[in-house]
DNA sequence: CTGAAAGCGCTAACAG
DNA sequence: CTGTTAGCGCTTTCAG
């Protein structure tokens, strides 16, 4: 194995120029950078990752904690995965893959080895148990998502009261006047994260500003469930035009129900949806909707660590503005 | 922050004592390491990662690369990385996270830095340009899937021959007797891996074996494909009743072709296919099918790893059994 | 702008 | 069964 000693005596300078013309911590001549360069080259040097772990106490190392939970949509927690990995290498530092299964047990250990340098934390719950620990912990560390009390500490999310209001703004731009929108079970507005009412509070605030005649409607995750939905919002809002969706599993099927109660969308019907492109474009009419930006928010978590790493001072919250993708689900009223 | 000297003082004993109390590498005795843990508790004492790896050189810790590719089914690959970490975190080591993006010189930074002590690569090409590489790294690497020339090499998969087989077996128990393949595009079979060959090879055997009548066909990722393999099979084969599917993408375009031209699944035709069970599961008629067991390849790439960082020989080829679930698309042949 | 040298915290001979 | 000690390869003062 090649070491920095080596290096040094090939280019005829001592090891810590060698150091330094690597780090740039301290300013070389262009002449010795260049010599030093070049043995580094001809010898084919590559520093050590655990001593120069050992001599900076900086691993360049990033942990990256993914959920397991069913009813977690996999394409986007691998889309900001790889996200992550390419961030951060960019920064030139790696990314350790934790799974939500090791606890708050993991996280101490490859803080406290000093194994990596900084956390990220996905599917972060409102009440999420690693909250304390994360404020202990001497390294800095980003959450995917809200709690409930994120004093001290830095989120990330996708910001879901703009994203209701940009659906019912869309909506409201096409001509419609009565819309609904069809959210989430009712215990995910209990537990979970805070990202469900977030939504509500932008809808609502929406249909007010605009002047529409609107409604709300927590669903079961069930096909049966979205077809009771879909005949109650027919029977109490005869005049409905528009709807948002805002939960995964029952857009397919609320759509299905819609059209056996013979509204055509997007004839009779104009749906939005917040969910994964994927699912989205997948469905017999492709749905216009709000993705969670998994790329973006992957990219935006690393950059926050980069800057809390160097010291820097990052905003606790940081919320990425929705983007609608127009689809075929959505056209304007018919004015008759 | 507390390091091994600390607990030494504070259990009475040398450095190495707790060094060995903690590696077990060599004896001690019940009332020492008593002694020892008891401090390490007392103190929260965490061995430095960067110093055990530069003393040791060993980092306890594998590199993953996984695709990027499209066409590659995300939640196999993300179950395979979970089964990994999981597996990995029982022989007590860590994950870093490689996107194929990284290329060669990743392989070559993480292995030559010694941040790594091994490696496993997915989606291995049959002219996968890595395998030089591989052999010449100075750590042990295992790859999921068969490149055309693998020695001195490690491989995983599973066995898609005696994956065509079992489903040919399943359908001549059934009873059928008049059976075909749909298989991969073409130019699958030219370039990528050379699982679509060996389950053409399973296939043939077993059918030759049961006295089968037996048809193959290459075919495109397209529903147009499917619809005319589907229409060629009924003209060529009218006395056709079973078929085995190893293509994702036109399992149900195909399905319903067969169905749209006058046969029911499984009443006129036993449909069986290799593919992730998510998929199966998820269409109108479930079907029977060999999938990917991504869980049991992880774990078993990471136990052939320790082996090979424990200096055992492993066998260069292993091969894991099909296992077939049975769902709603296959049943015993109609005999008049 | 560059060198010398003192660690970083741990492991593993070596010695008993 | 346990202690002493010499590194592991790098970074970073301190000194010039």
Known sequence: MVKITDVARHAGVSPSTVSYALSGK?????????????????????????ARALASSRSNVLALVVPLRTGIHVPVVMQFAVSVVTTARRHDHDVLLLTQEEGEEGLRRVADTALVDALILMDVQLDDPRLPLLRSLDRPSVMIGFPAEADGLTCIDLDFKAAGELCVEHLAQLGHRVVALVG????????????????????????????????????????????????????????????VVHNEAVLEPLIDAFEQLGLRVPGDLSVTAICPD????????????????????????????MRKLAGDDVPEATLLPPRLTRRASTAPRDTP
């Open 26 to 50: 301290r300013p070389i001549s262009e002449e010795t950078r260049q010599r030093v360069e070049a043995s580094i080259r001809e010898l084919g040097y590559r520093p050590h990752a655990g």
């Open 184 to 243: 989430s079970p009712p215990e995910v507005y209990v537990r979970q994260t805070a990202f469900a009412q977030r939504v509500v509070q932008g809808f609502t605030a929406a249909t007010d500003r605009n002047g529409l005649a609107s409604t709300v409607h927590p669903c079961e995750a069930a096909p049966a469930a979205a077809r009771r939905v879909a005949e109650q919002l027919l029977r109490e809002q005869p005049a409905l035009t528009g709807v």
């Open 278 to 305: 994927e699912l989205a474009e997948s469905l017999r009419v492709p749905v216009t909707s709000i993705a969670l930006p998994s790329a973006e928010v992957g990219e935006r978590a690393v950059e926050l660590l």
